[in-house]
């Protein structure tokens, strides 16, 4: 299953402050939050930088990370005063990146090419339930691990597969829970609203039914599914939902956004600078243009730059030798001729959006056609709006990379 989240994830080891396949520092992603959530990583920590005006208690910042990772923490502090860094161990024993392979695979099952975000979480809640039975004991029934392993959990394994799924759908998704319920559920974000979704007791027999009384509901239609303790409102998680998934939900605003409003986003992202003339969008993209636009897409032009921009090429400029050099090393990009790369010749959509879906994890000749390369693009919402199936501008491809990276909200 191809993972939009997954580059984007790796960006934000690269650019302190993105999107993501996963990254060898990363097996779920790396979380970003208003500054809060520094990393998540497959060595087992967890570090919350909260030193950017932020001033919550522990049972504060517990409950905002365990809204939004799928794993038991324990935390501590370090520091004093508003520098305080915390730091998060995972008790259990099982591998996350064994985990993560494993929620892959159910989900390259359950989940089918066309489906809507709503069909994606009912087939999410039905596998659960119908995978899983009511009970257990010790950490791993508060996990997904009891899930996946043991096919036995309490309510809090449930809720947590369901998160776990969910984001690897690209799905927003909360974990939720209740001191004087005794009790966790989930809320996924769909069509502008958080909406309930309880597997737990949407489970009425642990076996092979799935109910749906508490699927996809309103809040408004379940007043008995309270959020108390930690000292977060519902309504305040939901606030911190929609900023944390913002590369998911984005501005609700945004869809009417200008391409040069994009072009100032991936400015201050650091993926696309402009030249001495400023964004020039209207004109069409260089090859040269191209290449460097997609290492910083994959989150790897400080490695680029640390090499010495050795390539079969002579027609490269300085400004962009080391990145077509990683590309040409990596078999990312081919020249044109053995000895030519073709900087100054123009880009095609075409080979930008091969550019991006490679980026994103998709292979040539397997996932899509270099031919119909935009056709792919169109169907995952990241084709321009107005691209009119000829010209190609570097304000197209601006457009392009904010939507597939989800800083705009992709096409419908």
């Known amino acids: 299953m191809k993972k939009i989240l997954s580059l984007v994830l790796a960006l934000s080891v690269a650019l302190s402050c993105l999107l993501l396949p996963a990254?060898?520092?990363?097996?779920?992603?790396?979380?970003?939050?208003?500054?809060?959530?520094?990393?998540?990583?497959?060595?087992?920590?967890?570090?919350?930088?909260?030193?950017?005006?932020?001033s919550a208690d522990l049972s504060t910042i517990l409950t905002l990370v365990t809204?939004?990772?799928?794993?038991?923490?324990?935390?501590?502090?370090?520091?004093?005063?508003?520098?305080?860094?915390?730091?998060?161990?995972?008790?259990e024993s099982v591998d996350d990146a064994a985990l993560q392979t494993a929620a892959e695979a159910v989900l390259a099952r359950i989940i089918r090419n066309g489906m809507t975000d709503a069909e994606k979480v009912t087939a999410i809640h039905d596998w659960v339930i119908q995978t899983t039975t009511y009970g257990g004991s010790g950490l791993a029934a508060h996990s997904p691990v009891g899930v996946f392993e043991d096919g036995v959990a309490m309510c809090d394994g449930y809720a947590r597969t369901v998160l776990l799924l969910c984001?690897?759908?690209?799905?927003?998704?909360?974990?939720?829970?209740?001191?004087?319920?005794?009790?966790?559920?989930?809320?996924?974000?769909?069509?502008?609203?958080?909406?309930?979704?309880?597997?737990?007791?949407?489970?009425?027999?642990?076996?092979?039914?799935?109910?749906s009384d508490y699927l996809l509901k309103p809040f408004t239609e379940a007043p008995e599914h309270v959020v108390d303790g930690g000292g977060v409102t519902r309504d305040e998680l939901f606030s911190f939902g929609k900023n944390y998934y913002s590369y998911l939900i984005g501005?609700?605003?945004?869809?009417?956004?200008?391409?040069?409003?994009?072009?100032?986003?991936?400015?201050?992202k650091g993926l696309f600078l402009g030249t001495d003339l400023g964004y020039e969008l209207d004109r069409a993209p260089t090859r040269a243009e191209a290449a460097v636009l997609f290492v910083r897409v994959l989150g790897r032009e400080d490695e680029?730059?640390?090499?010495?921009?050795?390539?079969?090429?002579?027609?490269?400029?300085?400004?962009?030798?080391?990145?077509?050099?990683?590309?040409?090393?990596?078999?990312l990009t081919v020249g044109q001729s053995e000895t030519l790369f073709g900087s100054d010749s123009t880009t095609s959509a075409r080979d930008y959006a091969?550019?991006?879906?490679?980026?994103?994890?998709?292979?040539?000749?397997?996932?899509?056609?270099?031919?119909?390369?935009?056709?792919t693009a169109a169907e995952l919402g990241f084709a321009p709006v107005n691209w009119n199936g000829f010209t190609f501008t570097r304000g197209d491809a601006v457009e392009m990379t904010a939507r597939a990276l989800g800083f705009v909200p992709a096409l419908s």
């Open 167 to 211: 984001r690897l759908s690209h799905i927003p998704c909360l974990f939720l829970a209740s001191t004087s319920m005794n009790h966790s559920y989930n809320a996924v974000y769909i069509d502008g609203e958080w909406l309930l979704v309880d597997a737990t007791w949407d489970d009425p027999d642990q076996g092979s039914a799935a109910g």
């Open 67 to 91: 809204a939004v990772v799928p794993r038991n923490f324990e935390l501590s502090q370090e520091g004093d005063s508003r520098y305080v860094t915390y730091f998060g161990i995972y008790p």
């Open 251 to 268: 501005d609700e605003s945004s869809a009417e956004m200008t391409q040069t409003e994009m072009a100032d986003l991936l400015y201050e």
């Open 23 to 54: 990254s060898a520092a990363s097996s779920y992603e790396t979380l970003i939050a208003e500054g809060l959530i520094e990393s998540y990583d497959a060595g087992r920590g967890l570090t919350l930088d909260a030193a950017a005006n932020w």
């Open 304 to 331: 680029a730059l640390a090499g010495d921009g050795t390539s079969p090429f002579t027609d490269v400029p300085a400004w962009a030798a080391k990145h077509i050099a990683l590309l040409y090393r990596e078999g």
């Open 354 to 375: 091969t550019f991006l879906l490679r980026a994103m994890g998709y292979t040539d000749g397997v996932d899509f056609q270099w031919e119909t390369a935009m056709d």
